[in-house]
């Protein structure tokens, strides 16, 4: 029979892999809205631009310093954009060729879309989000939620093995009890003949 710290070790092993994941999946997902938040605001910023630019031409207004503040937004949207989505590559443990811009695997030694020679990844510590007290307690019921539910898996899983075990024990006495019964039988009808 299983021992119960075995269980519990193995059942933290697989809430601590499941949380681990959870945890990928949301930043893979927070940074994918973030991408796609960033370009609606950044064709927007062209609109904008393209719009001043238009009023400039038409009217002979002189735009010149507002269109260098929506390039500046411009450029700042499509920083945050190539920042999003090398934490991306990141996560799935890629990155992008600095040549030719294709996703490559992280440890290639050279690129195999142009063949540039790749620098060694250096591991930046990530920027701190701020935090507050809902998200802690919303990541931490999160968390024992799913922890719960494979703990639960793992219960309903040994329970099942050990009826199944139970049963089978439980066959082999009633066939040993049925042979013995049997042979007590055959033995008193010897007895009587």
Same mark, same amino acid.
Request: charged share 40%.
């Given at each position: ?144 939620? @799913? $922890?719960? %539910?494979?703990? /639960? =898996? *793992? &219960? #309903?899983?040994?329970? +099942? !093995? ?5 049963? @089978? $024990?439980? %066959?082999?006495? /009633? =066939? *040993? &009890? #049925?042979?013995?019964? +049997? !042979? ?8 009587? %003949?």
């Amino acid at each position: 029979m299983p021992n119960i710290e075995v269980i519990k070790r193995n059942a933290s092993g697989v809430a601590d892999r499941a949380v681990k994941k959870t945890n990928e999946l949301t930043t893979f997902v927070k940074l994918k809205m973030g991408i796609k938040a960033s370009e609606a605001k950044l064709s927007s910023v062209y609109e904008e631009i393209g719009r001043l630019f238009y009023t400039a031409e038409r009217n002979g207004e002189d735009c010149t310093s507002d269109i260098a503040a929506y390039i500046m937004k411009a450029d700042k949207l499509k920083a945050d954009i190539a920042a999003a989505k090398k934490q991306i590559t990141k996560l799935k443990n890629e990155r992008v060729c600095e040549n030719c811009g294709n996703e490559i695997d992280e440890n290639v030694a050279f690129c195999p879309f142009c063949g540039t020679k790749q620098e060694k990844l250096v591991e930046v510590e990530p920027e701190a989000e701020e935090t507050t007290l809902e998200d802690v307690v919303e990541d931490f019921e999160d968390k024992a939620e @799913d $922890a719960a %539910e494979d703990l /639960a =898996d *793992k &219960v #309903e899983d040994f329970a +099942e !093995d050990a009826a199944d075990a139970v049963k @089978d $024990a439980a %066959e082999t006495v /009633a =066939d *040993k &009890v #049925e042979d013995v019964v +049997e !042979d007590i039988k055959d033995a008193v009808d010897g007895d009587n %003949e």
